[in-house]
């Protein structure tokens, strides 16, 4: 599905839009629609850990999200090989609003988060069946 980006994407200020697609209950990637050489892994973090936060009143806005959207949310993550040793940035997850197409990344405060870090390798975690 593609989605019409609302809130930059961290040094990928130019990406408008992307596309979406989902591998598996795990994993996802995004490619931009301007530029098909850049592209993200992406890991859903309910599957990894306990992931909660707050979304800020502006961000809701921005991305058009009230209490009846459908919301995804993923991270980036940076592949390893092993897989084990990719990590993941747990402090500015991506948030789509599969109802209206858009989507963000938003930028999470460290010292109100801090359970999550920048790079945290995905092998420390264990899937959550």
């Known amino acids: 599905m593609t989605y019409q ?3 930059e994407i961290l040094g990928f200020e130019d990406i408008k839009s992307v596309e979406f697609s989902e591998i598996d209950e795990l994993f996802a990637t995004i490619k931009s ?36 959207s459908n919301v995804l949310i993923y ?3 940076v592949v390893q ?3 084990d040793e990719s990590k993941v940035n747990f402090l500015a997850p991506l ?15 460290a010292s109100e988060n801090p359970d999550f870090g920048l790079a945290e390798s ?8």
């Open 33 to 68: 629609e301007n530029d098909n050489s850049i592209s993200f892994s992406l890991v859903n973090p309910y599957l990894l850990r306990e992931y909660s936060f707050d979304l800020s009143k502006s961000a809701k806005v921005l991305l058009e999200i009230d209490e009846s």
């Open 75 to 77: 991270n980036i993550m």
């Open 95 to 109: 948030i789509f609003n599969k109802d209206k197409g858009l989507m963000g990344q938003v930028v999470l405060r």
């Open 5 to 7: 980006v609302k809130t």
């Open 81 to 83: 090989n092993p897989l």
């Open 122 to 129: 995905i092998g420390s975690f264990k899937k959550v069946a």
